[in-house]
């Protein structure tokens, strides 16, 4: 009777916190423990899917995956699909989908949403009992917060690699300043408290301007017809990360904003990805 009271209490605290557990078949033997809707802070915005290998994780590695949106919208869900596919690439590797507090007229993106990234690295690190390397993944808003973050706030190294699809590495960049939203880019992406006097905001928040010889390898991803994050930031980007000497690749497929999830350029990507990542280990 105890037993049966305990497990209807344990269902009964996952249904009430959201978290839903199931198991993802991937095919091929591939299986994840999947507990989705996770909190993973006090924000009702503070959520992630977490995937666990079935058999023989790799404690060593863990993909986190981070939405774009324009740094005010998006969800997790949208990169679902693709982080299914990496799995089956990396069937031993630990996936994030994190879910991340947006900014809005009153809310400033910077430092919130990397200080997400942070909280949701410790909390992987404890449920987990694992102390890993990270592989920061993101497109569009969310490829700026990989390097970002991985640039900027990564003081103790964690981030192993990052990769930017299709990212704003340099917000001073005439071809961003196009896009239609730039004018949020400048008032609410970073609030102005965290910034030092001599330095500009949207310096501040350029990747590229915090790249130095010990930043983490990074693939890029750009669009030749992006007209939201023109093709033009991965020539500021290679350039940094060359002067630099930062282990990197970009490529480059043909499409707009949304194109790299088209077939052939999201599989493309997961094997370059592979590739990269194998490379990045010999470095």
């Known amino acids: 009777m105890k037993k049966h009271l305990l497990t209807f209490l344990s269902v009964m605290t996952l249904m009430l916190s959201g978290c839903r557990q199931k198991t993802i ?37 863990v993909f986190i995956i981070i939405h774009g949106g324009g740094w005010r919208g998006g969800r997790k869900s949208q990169l679902t699909s693709f982080t299914f596919d990496l799995m089956k690439k990396f069937p ?7 879910e991340y507090r947006l900014a809005s007229a009153t809310r400033f993106a910077l430092p919130d949403q990397t ?3 942070n909280t949701a690295m410790m909390y992987v690190e404890k449920k987990l009992n694992i102390k890993p390397k990270y592989i920061l993944l993101g497109n569009s808003a969310g490829g700026h917060l990989s390097m970002f973050y991985a640039y900027h706030n990564d003081r103790n190294r964690k981030v192993k690699a990052v990769v930017n699809i299709v990212g704003p590495a340099d917000l001073n960049d005439p071809g961003f300043r ?7 880019v400048e008032k609410h992406l970073i609030d102005p408290k965290i910034v030092e006097d001599n330095l500009s905001l949207m ?13 983490a390898p990074t693939l890029s991803y750009y669009g030749t017809a992006d007209h939201v994050v023109p093709v033009s930031q991965k020539k500021i980007l290679d350039s940094a990360l060359a002067r630099n000497k930062v282990y990197h690749e970009s490529y480059k497929f043909d499409g707009n904003h949304m194109g790299w999830e088209q077939p052939p350029h999201a599989s493309f990507l997961v094997e370059k990805i592979e590739d990269f990542l194998r490379k990045a280990d010999q470095k």
Do not use: C
């Open 25 to 61: 078949d991937l095919g091929e033997n591939i299986l994840f423990r999947a507990e989705q809707n996770m909190a993973y802070g006090q924000n009702a915005a503070q959520k992630m899917d977490l995937y666990i290998p079935d058999k023989n994780m790799d404690s060593r590695n």
């Open 92 to 98: 031993h590797t630990a996936f994030v989908n994190l």
């Open 115 to 117: 200080d997400d990234i």
């Open 178 to 184: 196009n896009y239609d939203d730039y004018a949020f």
């Open 203 to 215: 310096n501040f928040g350029s990747p590229v301007y915090w790249i130095s010889p010990s930043s």
